[in-house]
């Protein structure tokens, strides 16, 4: 729902495959609740609606059909759970196996369980749940970027493997390469204030409460070895959420 280069992982890698199109000759039309505008990408940009999450879906969900009864693109792809659809990419996992609730502090197993329960118990909740299963009839298409997202595609909707395409993250292996750390390994070091026998480790995460930093605070909190430990974390948002 959200077109922007400067965003979480997903939105930035879709405004990048979008123009990576347009770059080579392809017509890119964009629809969104809100956005950027990228050279060669033309947006439409429905503003972002008044209520809870359901409403704004639903709000959503008519625009598009009506967008795509206007402009009758020849492919469609959608990170959203919005019909019709050639190629549907979930944002965020497939809602029927991860229905567990966010990560808390303080919060023992069963707290977070219960929490869990709750949420699978409202409303909006299971609307989601049933606009999911119906992308799982309506788009033939689904996208996967792990094994393990293809996997609980299959196990949930029993979508058959070819139904499915998997495109693993990547990385640019020359900006990422093992030999920057003879160039950044001692003044980053210095500059976090990490002594040459303690394990450094970086989290990395626009949301990250969302991408689990909750659950690796409190290993760290279990584990007595930790203890010459720093976790360096780079954060987008939610951050000041564990100070």
Same mark, same amino acid.
């Given at each position: 729902?959200?077109?922007?280069?400067?965003?979480?992982?997903?939105?930035?890698?879709?405004?990048?495959?979008?123009?990576?199109?347009?770059?080579?000759?392809?017509?890119?039309?964009?629809?969104?609740?809100?956005?950027?505008? *990228?050279?060669?990408?033309?947006?439409?940009?429905?503003?972002?609606?008044?209520?809870?999450?359901?409403?704004?879906?639903?709000?959503?969900?008519?625009?598009?059909?009506?967008?795509?009864?206007?402009?009758?693109?020849?492919?469609?792809?959608?990170?959203?759970?919005?019909?019709?659809?050639?190629?549907?990419?979930?944002?965020?996992?497939?809602?029927?196996?991860?229905?567990?609730?966010?990560?808390?502090?303080?919060?023992?197993?069963?707290?977070?369980?219960?929490?869990?329960?709750?949420?699978?118990?409202?409303?909006?909740?299971?609307?989601?749940?049933?606009?999911?299963? &119906?992308?799982?009839?309506?788009?033939?298409?689904?996208?996967?970027?792990?094994?393990?997202?293809?996997?609980?595609?299959?196990?949930?909707?029993?979508?058959?493997?070819?139904? *499915?395409?998997?495109?693993?993250?990547? *990385?640019?292996?020359?900006?990422?390469?093992?030999?920057?750390?003879?160039?950044?390994?001692?003044?980053?070091?210095?500059?976090?204030?990490?002594?040459?026998?303690?394990?450094?480790?970086?989290?990395?995460?626009?949301?990250?409460?969302? &991408?689990?930093?909750?659950?690796?605070?409190?290993?760290?909190?279990?584990?007595?070895?930790?203890?010459?430990?720093?976790?360096?974390?780079?954060?987008?948002?939610?951050?000041?959420?564990?100070?």
């Amino acid at each position: 729902s959200k077109f922007s280069p400067g965003a979480g992982g997903a939105e930035c890698w879709f405004c990048q495959l979008a123009g990576w199109l347009a770059s080579r000759g392809h017509e890119v039309k964009v629809f969104a609740e809100e956005g950027e505008a *990228i050279p060669g990408v033309a947006l439409t940009a429905l503003g972002r609606g008044r209520g809870g999450r359901t409403l704004r879906w639903r709000r959503y969900l008519r625009a598009w059909q009506r967008w795509v009864a206007e402009v009758r693109p020849e492919v469609t792809h959608t990170l959203v759970r919005v019909w019709p659809a050639d190629f549907y990419q979930p944002h965020h996992g497939v809602l029927r196996v991860n229905q567990g609730s966010a990560w808390q502090p303080g919060a023992t197993r069963t707290e977070r369980s219960g929490r869990a329960l709750l949420k699978q118990l409202r409303p909006g909740h299971r609307v989601m749940l049933w606009a999911e299963a &119906k992308m799982a009839r309506e788009v033939v298409r689904w996208g996967a970027l792990s094994s393990l997202v293809a996997a609980h595609m299959m196990d949930a909707y029993r979508l058959p493997l070819d139904r *499915i395409r998997l495109t693993r993250n990547g *990385i640019d292996l020359e900006r990422f390469h093992p030999r920057n750390r003879a160039l950044y390994r001692a003044s980053l070091r210095q500059e976090g204030k990490a002594a040459e026998d303690e394990v450094v480790g970086l989290f990395v995460a626009y949301q990250p409460r969302l &991408k689990g930093l909750g659950l690796v605070l409190e290993a760290m909190a279990a584990e007595p070895a930790a203890r010459r430990w720093k976790l360096w974390v780079v954060a987008g948002r939610d951050h000041d959420y564990f100070l």
